[in-house]
């Protein structure tokens, strides 16, 4: 199949065009300009855009209007399918409610030919982490073919060998899409994103699931950050109790810059 539909579309943001467009463009003008830097790669989370789309948007907002790069690195976790390694899709586009985006479909293949990833279109099928930061890309006007991958079991250093080539580019940007912990109280979970912000900041690579559920994508982000001069800059940070949900069980959320 050409194209990959949207799989969240009314569920986690508008499935009308207008209204998307509008709501998106309101999160990022809403969100505070981006520091005075070149962004090689953002870390943003993936719920509805009622629970962090304002986090997101403060990450969208550091790319520069019109941008084009090379590539759009996207990497998330897998929600719904198990599986060994990162998965790719074989579809040539990307479809939202503000139309279709390309794939860099000749650079995918050269990675399923070197075993850095494989295609696996049933991990991307019902995937919402990488669909949620594609109408912030188009309404930022960022514009570039996507590489999406969905990671299952993988090491730091399958990761890392995506993102490092794409840091040391300037033509390209990575996106790693996580939430922080999850289903905890409010204080809780304040306390659990607190820990993994620090040990994040002190560089460890070995942050676990109960702290991210797209902790082996952080992981390779800071795996390769350790091999560059680049590092991981807090934008805002909040959880579900802080936007639409209450506050006796909540999801963490944050945004980074990495320049």
């Avoid at 065009?17 to 943003?44: C, F, H, I, S, W």
């Avoid at 090491?155 to 060998?161: C, E, F, G």
Wanted: glycine letters at 8%.
């Amino acid at each position: 199949m050409e194209t990959r539909q949207p799989a969240v579309s009314g569920l986690f943001y508008s499935a009308q065009p207008e209204r998307l467009a509008y709501e998106v463009d309101q999160m990022l003008q809403d969100a505070k300009p981006g520091p005075n830097q070149t962004v090689r790669a953002l870390v943003v989370p993936h719920a509805g855009y009622v629970y962090s789309g304002d986090i997101a948007a403060s990450a969208f907002r550091c790319l520069t209007p019109e941008s084009q790069y090379k590539f759009i690195l996207l990497i998330g976790p897998s929600h719904h399918v198990a599986f060994q390694g990162l998965a790719v899709p074989s579809h040539n586009n990307f479809k939202t409610p503000l139309g279709r985006l390309p794939l860099d479909t000749k650079r995918i293949a050269r990675w399923v030919d070197k075993g850095l990833v494989n295609y696996h279109d049933l991990a991307h099928q019902e995937e919402h982490c990488l669909e949620v930061t594609l109408p912030f890309l188009q309404r930022a006007e960022v514009e570039g073919p996507l590489i999406p991958v969905v990671v299952g079991r993988a090491t730091p250093d399958q990761v890392s060998d995506l993102i490092l080539p794409a840091l040391n580019d300037p033509e390209a940007l990575t996106i790693i899409s996580t939430d922080m912990s999850h289903y905890h109280s409010y204080e809780q979970a304040k306390q659990i994103d607190e820990n993994t912000h620090r040990r994040l900041m002190a560089g460890s690579y070995d942050i676990h699931g109960e702290e991210a559920c797209g902790y082996m994508g952080l992981n390779g982000l800071q795996r390769a950050l350790s091999l560059t001069g680049y590092r991981m800059h807090l934008l805002q940070q909040a959880n579900s109790g802080d936007s639409a949900g209450d506050k006796q069980c909540v999801v963490g959320y944050a945004a980074y810059a990495i320049y």
